[in-house]
């Protein structure tokens, strides 16, 4: 049987200072490595300047996908980490906000702040859900708006202080 999404996926690119991060640590390491004195061989800085690249491309490759189906919201670090999925009938309260990755999570990724789970990959908007038994997840997404509509727009969606019907 299949489920109709109410957002098929939003993707989330990490930011591209990765791209500029990566290779500049790079190079500083081999050149540290140079002048410590220690002689390389050419096989030794080529296998190094390979790994390096390689790692690059796959950090660049990571990406959050999260999907809104009818009756769960599926967060996916494409590169990563297993899915997480959370029950639409499990969140009370879905809502935009901005927000301060590296003061209130240390960062983007999947991250433990004071204030629950930070699923991100880059920028500083998202969706603050509030789940049952005072959890709390942050969804970093450029859509953000788009994201929360589509959570409260869902029949399972029971937000705090809505009754529900027997």
Do not use: H
């Not at 993707?11 to 290779?23: A, I, M």
């Not at 690059?56 to 996916?76: A, C, K, M, P």
């Not at 901005?98 to 999947?110: A, M, N, T, V």
Request: aromatic content about 8%; overall charge positive.
């Amino acid at each position: 049987m299949e489920r109709r999404c109410r957002i098929r996926a939003a993707r989330e690119q990490p930011l591209p200072l990765g791209w500029v991060l990566t290779p500049t640590l790079s190079l500083v390491l081999l050149l540290a490595a140079v002048l410590s004195g220690e002689e390389l061989e050419a096989a030794e800085v080529a296998l190094w300047a390979g790994l390096l690249l390689l790692f690059t491309i796959w950090l660049r490759r990571i990406t959050l996908v999260t999907r809104v189906g009818s009756d769960e919201v599926t967060l996916q670090f494409k590169g990563l980490f297993k899915t997480r999925t959370v029950p639409i009938s499990t969140i009370r309260q879905a809502q935009t906000r901005r927000y301060r990755p590296l003061l209130e999570y240390g960062g983007w990724g999947i991250k433990l702040g004071p204030s629950g789970w930070a699923y991100n990959v880059k920028g500083n908007e998202g969706v603050q859900l509030k789940l049952k038994e005072n959890k709390s997840l942050l969804i970093g997404s450029q859509r953000a708006s788009e994201l929360a509509e589509a959570i409260t727009a869902s029949s399972r969606y029971r937000p705090a202080g809505r009754q529900e019907l027997r």
